[in-house]
């Protein structure tokens, strides 16, 4: 599954996005694929946001309501001709959406200032509801590796069985764990009993989001909650 993202600046601006090589679209369009839009939004004054854009394929799907063979056909080529020429000149970027999950996942816990993902149910539907979507995603993604719950706004809500590099303790005596993936998370809680020396890591860790922005960890399927930050 494809997204399509859109924006009207230069590329560069846009690099927090990972997107994909596009490919051009042939001139024989099926009409009856469907494709996701995501908006990628950007900051601009008040008078900019006062008419926003279309989506990227509106024009496309218009050409369907039109009967008359040889006009369909003519209003198709001029759509795509449109959508080929945004795309190789970058105001339309292609994002698949294993991409967009995967950073989702990277940056989940990461406080980054000027850095908002779009959460996957957001995605506008040229037909039907988001709210299908939404629903979809409210699940659990399972991997060999890893399993990603989401809450009902697609947000991710807890990831379990991440690999764990080692568990380390600071100056407070409280936990530091390192994960297979680079991220560390830090310990907030004044309790070091949470944690032990001996914790085995071979279960994994789990992340779950709790109130107010924060988070809660824990090392072993029968280990404590402990509140905890990423550091890394």
């Known amino acids: 599954m494809v ?3 859109q924006h009207h600046l230069p590329v560069d ?26 908006t990628v939004a950007i900051t601009l004054p008040a008078p900019a946001l006062a008419q926003a854009p279309s989506a990227p394929l509106d024009d496309l799907f218009a050409c369907e309501a039109i009967t008359e063979d040889l006009g369909r056909l003519a209003c198709l080529d001029a759509a795509v001709a449109a959508l080929h020429s945004d795309t190789e000149s970058g105001s339309i970027i292609a994002l698949n ?28 539907l040229p037909r039907g509801s988001a709210s299908d979507l ?18 009902a706004n697609g947000q991710i809500d807890r990831i379990d069985n991440l690999a764990v590099a080692s568990i380390g303790f600071n100056r407070s005596r409280r936990a530091v764990v390192t994960l297979v993936n680079g991220q560390i998370w830090q310990q907030l809680d004044s309790d070091s009993t949470h944690v032990a020396r001996s914790t085995d890591i071979s279960e994994g860790a789990s992340i779950r989001s709790a109130a107010l922005d924060s988070y809660m960890m824990r090392v072993g399927d029968n280990g404590r909650w402990f509140r905890a930050r990423r550091t890394q």
């Open 97 to 124: 959406r294993g991409d967009v999950e995967a950073a989702e996942e990277a940056t989940f816990g990461l406080r980054i200032p000027g850095l908002s993902l779009p959460s996957l149910p957001r995605l506008g």
């Open 13 to 38: 601006t846009c690099r927090r996005v990972a997107h994909s090589q596009v490919q051009p679209l042939d001139k024989r369009v099926n009409m009856n694929t469907r494709l996701l839009l995501l």
């Open 134 to 151: 939404a629903a979809a995603d409210a699940s659990t993604t399972s991997s060999s590796d890893r399993a990603v719950s989401r809450d």
């Open 3 to 5: 997204y399509l993202a």
